[in-house]
């Protein structure tokens, strides 16, 4: 142990610590008492990184709309997530009369424990993930599609139209998006041949040069990555994509019926929900835990991830802040005809880079292949819509 | 070892049961929906991670919301008064108790051996391979299959008047 430098020792401090901690503990223990260390600071990093993110959007929001967002509680407005926690856990706990009092109770758990454990295969950092699965990719999206019956049990079981319409249009609006989302992974799972994240990163954390060898560096993976954010914006009901939840047309949803805690839990799911994803994208496509210059390497690998993971949150937040939202066939119209076959022709795309050799005629190929269809595929749709300027009826 | 295994197959079989016996259809859907989770965690006591997870990702993800929707399609969401027997439930009982009898028949009669189950240790990179290699044409006449299902699918959604266009 003291042999490993100190840039090393750093990287690996959580690690190191873990072991020493589990040294003390008596052998029968030790399985449960590792599960505990490991889970531990999941259960805590993530809702603390969900209350910052809370406030970060609600500033940044407010900055983008020339006002200020909050700013009366603590410096800056930035304990406002303790006191929104303070209002949450000592509201009223409200059931309808009619609700469907057992399915209305778990619908907010199963979303929480689904978003949860969605972070078992997420590599955070050197030696850090709770599990090294060898189908993790697929327990991810075997999870992610555990939300869509909490978000059916959470709209069905309030007995109200706006909550049934909501979940509806969620559940209607996952199922389309999970397609593209799977599809645009299959790229990096035909890269690296294992379904394993732990082994996806390795395969990245490495140098041509300086450069990283990440996959988003390459046409099939620049457009995997693209594809693949798109659709998790869908999937975790963000805008431009936020029809489930639609605060103008039904009010917020699946979730109107819930209050107090209940309520909290669904922004707490939906959230980390959005973290997972991210991390996803990250370990597929962005490397992981690998510096982005071979320089860099000296930092700790867990201070990539949460870069990584920082900025795409503020990228989320951006796009909540500029794009309005689309109407329900549009979306539709969107995933079927345009994601659907640009993750297919991706598949394609990556079985011919892995075929020819290498050189630069690979790389012009391979943009064409994207490139061209694209172009096509939007004119088509283009052409289809007959767009024209808009004519309002009262509003002029 | 068999603690686990009993309290897995405790939640299955409890999952299974409540969707017979509960009143509410959507209620059926969901307890059943409980007993796929069981049998994914199962598969995954014994090993099949691939399985395993394929299991949660088809029916949980996929085949509950289908029965769910088909549900709330067909009927009111509202809980409909039936009685709790229906009228020819002394057939369905000895419906019910011949199967039960003529395969405990079988299975008693039948001369078991107990081979020493050799750990079949199937990986997903295994799998993967048969799929590609030894299995890869009923691999793409499944597809096949399901496109042209896909397809029909599409055309009976369409609206009947697109074709007077």
């Known amino acids: 142990m003291t042999h490993l430098p100190l840039s090393q020792t750093i990287d690996q401090v959580f690690v190191l610590s873990k072991a020493a901690i589990m040294g003390h503990i008596p052998a029968p223990f030790q399985p ?27 500033k940044g929001l407010g900055r983008m709309q020339n006002r200020y967002g909050p700013n009366r509680v603590g410096p800056f407005g930035f304990s406002q997530p303790i006191a929104d926690g303070i209002k949450s856990l000592t509201k009223e706990d409200v059931i309808p009369r009619t609700a469907d ?84 992974t299959i790229v990096v799972i035909m890269a690296t041949g294992t379904l394993s994240t732990v082994a996806i990163v390795d395969a990245q954390a490495r140098y041509i040069g300086i450069l990283p060898h990440w996959y988003v560096f390459t046409p099939w993976g620049f457009c995997g990555f693209i594809l693949f954010m798109i ?137 064409a292949l994207l490139a061209i269809p694209c172009l096509l595929l939007n004119l088509n749709l283009k052409q289809r819509k007959q767009l024209q300027i808009r004519t309002y009826r009262f509003a002029d | ?42 598969y995954l006591f014994l090993g099949a991670q691939f399985v395993s997870f394929t299991q949660i990702l088809v029916y949980v993800g996929a085949v509950a919301i289908l029965a769910v929707f088909a549900i709330m399609m067909t009927r009111s969401a509202g809980p409909h008064p039936q009685p709790a027997l229906s009228s020819f439930w002394i057939t369905g009982c000895i419906t019910a108790l011949a199967t039960f009898a003529v395969l405990a028949w079988a299975i008693i009669h039948s001369n078991i051996i107990t081979p020493t189950p050799a750990q079949p ?36 959604a369409m609206p009947q008047n697109r074709s007077s266009k």
């Open chain 2, 121 to 156: 240790a199937v990986s997903t990179n295994q799998i993967g391979d048969a799929l590609m290699h030894s299995f890869a044409l009923p691999l793409e006449i499944m597809g096949l299959l399901l496109t042209a299902a896909l397809i029909g699918a599409v055309i009976i």
């Open chain 1, 231 to 367: 659709a998790a914006t869908a999937e975790s009901n963000r805008s431009p994509f936020d029809l489930p939840e639609g605060e103008s047309e039904i009010i917020a949803g699946y979730y109107i019926e819930y209050s107090g805690f209940k309520f909290a839990l669904f922004f707490l799911g939906e959230y980390l929900g959005m973290f997972a994803t991210s991390g996803l994208a990250i370990t597929l496509f962005l490397g992981g835990w690998s510096a982005p210059l071979s320089s860099l390497t000296w930092i700790p690998s867990y201070l990539w991830f949460l870069l990584k993971l920082l900025a795409f949150i503020a990228a989320f937040i951006w796009v909540r802040g500029t794009f309005p939202r689309l109407r329900m066939d549009q979306l539709m119209a969107f995933a079927w005809k345009f994601m659907l076959p640009m993750t297919l022709l991706n598949i394609f795309d990556a079985a011919v880079w892995h075929l020819m050799p290498h050189n630069i005629l690979r790389w012009l190929v391979c943009i």
């Open chain 1, 101 to 184: 009092q057992v399915v209305h109770f778990l619908a907010p758990l199963l979303l929480v424990l689904a978003a949860f454990l969605a972070y078992a295969v997420l590599p955070i950092g050197r030696n850090m993930v709770i599990a090294n699965l060898s189908a993790g990719v697929l327990f991810f999206f075997a999870i992610g599609s555990m939300v869509e019956l909490a978000v059916f049990m959470a709209g069905w079981s309030s007995r109200s139209k706006y909550s049934l319409l909501g979940a509806m249009r969620a559940v209607a609006q996952m199922i389309s998006y999970e397609i593209p989302l799977v599809l645009s």
């Open chain 1, 32 to 58: 449960i008492a590792s599960a505990i260390l490991s889970v531990a600071p999941v259960l805590v990093v993530f809702p603390l990184l969900f209350a910052i993110t809370t406030v970060l959007e609600r």
């Open chain 2, 1 to 42: 070892m068999h603690a686990i295994f009993f309290i897995l197959a405790a939640l299955t079989i409890t999952g299974a049961s409540a969707a017979m016996c509960l009143r509410n259809l959507i209620h059926c859907v969901l307890a059943l929906t409980l007993g796929f989770v069981g049998l994914a965690l199962l």
